[in-house]
């Protein structure tokens, strides 16, 4: 487990740069499919403020996440995709990169972050479901999590989440 752990301490966690845009389409493919990478494109071109980050190892993009912004509760993420490469999974990089993002989310004053995934991977990190039971969507339940990065964020709101329309097919082709 130690080796796992200095892997992925030499790893760079990064903001996505301009020239980064063709290895992560290449990453997103790779992992998912063309169709996800060009949406993940779209996603991280459009105008809203989204948080697009890479790990990055000996100049070799390994790992994505992005964080786009939703519409409901005050200043609100939604966090997907967020991939690995085969090769490089289950060496803490995935970790490292949501830790990475949910810090720069809470230092540009993002309150909370939605999730669709897996209730022990993201659990780890503070994700629950009952706090993503204000939210109105259709896809409720076990696997829908939310964080608050702000203490109380989500305590007196509930309703629809706003999702922009390429993130629902990013999320409808991955779930």
Known sequence: MAERKSIAATVTYRETGASDRAPVRALQAAVYDSAIAGI???LISSPA?????????????IGHILLTPVA???R?????PHAILPAWRDMQIGTEL???ALKLARERGWRSVFVFGQ?????RFGFKSRTANCAD???QGPRFLAIELEQGALARWSGPLDYPEAYLAVAKALY
């Open 40 to 42: 993940c494109e779209a």
């Open 49 to 61: 403020e989204t948080l697009s980050l890479v790990a990055e190892l000996d100049g070799q993009i």
């Open 72 to 74: 409901g509760p005050e």
């Open 76 to 80: 609100a993420l939604a966090l997907a």
């Open 98 to 100: 949501v830790r990475n």
């Open 119 to 123: 209730p022990d991977y993201y659990g």
């Open 137 to 139: 969507v259709s896809w």
